[in-house]
T-cell receptor, first 114, second 114 residues
Framework: NAGVTQTPKFRILKIGQSMTLQCTQDMNHNYMYWYRQDPGMGLKLIYYSVGAGITDKGEVPNGYNVSRSTTEDFPLRLELAAPSQTSVYFC?????????????FGPGTRLTVT | AQKVTQAQTEISVVEKEDVTLDCVYETRDTTYYLFWYKQPPSGELVFLIRRNSFDEQNEISGRYSWNFQKSTSSFNFTITASQVVDSAVYFCALRQRNTDKLIFGTGTRLQVFP
């Protein structure tokens, strides 16, 4: 099992550009999550999904969009990138809700918007 | 509202010292779940422990131990005889029963010097 994979590892965007961060898990997990981690801060939930076709907003969804067309994939779309979106992005998955199952994290994508 | 506070931003110790990382949480629910994650310098998050609110027994795993006290809303993490490999950022997190989301604290950076 590869676990949770994220691409790319690093990316530099110019203000106003768009991009998609890819996340794939091969553990047949129902739940998937996108977090951002700003320097010196904890993780903030952007969006999450409890299954294919179902997504919901987390704490900081503005400026992002997601889709979940398959169980395995949960891409995060940034439209009109802004410097405030400079962060490290983590994708995670779990079979059950947190509490019943741990979340498995991907290695992260470091994004810089200049 | 849910909240997790890790008041210690950074702790430095010398190898073989014991160190305790504090975690204080706020929740109105009687059923909730608490977690600790480790983020080593490589960046990925590693699950350490999950505890539900009905289980106040302390847990020991090798050099790691956790002290859960509902009376003070704390879930502290102690590393005994610390080692350089313990150097990382440690996050405490909380989930209430009726949500699918984790709320993370801001993390404590532990540096263990040889």
């Amino acid at each position: 099992n590869a676990g949770v994979t994220q691409t790319p590892k690093f990316r530099i965007l110019k203000i106003g550009q768009s991009m998609t961060l890819q996340c794939t898990q091969d553990m047949n997990h129902n739940y998937m999550y996108w977090y951002r981690q700003d320097p010196g801060m904890g993780l903030k939930l952007i969006y999450y999904s409890v299954g294919a076709g179902i997504t919901d907003k987390g704490e900081v969804p503005n400026g992002y969009n997601v889709s979940r067309s398959t169980t395995e994939d949960f891409p995060l779309r940034l439209e009109l990138a802004a410097p405030s979106q400079t962060s490290v992005y983590f994708c995670a998955s779990s079979y059950d809700p947190p509490g019943l199952d741990e979340q498995y994290f991907g290695p992260g994508t470091r994004l810089t918007v200049t | 509202a849910q909240k997790v506070t890790q008041a210690q931003t950074e702790i430095s110790v010398v190898e073989k010292e014991d160190v305790t990382l504090d975690c204080v949480y706020e929740t109105r629910d009687t059923t909730y779940y608490l977690f600790w994650y480790k983020q080593p310098p490589s960046g990925e998050l590693v699950f350490l422990i999950r505890r539900n609110s009905f289980d106040e027994q302390n847990e020991i795993s090798g050099r790691y131990s956790w002290n859960f006290q509902k009376s003070t809303s704390s879930f502290n993490f102690t590393i005994t005889a610390s080692q350089v490999v313990d150097s990382a950022v440690y996050f405490c997190a909380l989930r209430q029963r009726n949500t699918d989301k984790l709320i993370f604290g801001t993390g404590t950076r532990l540096q263990v010097f040889p």
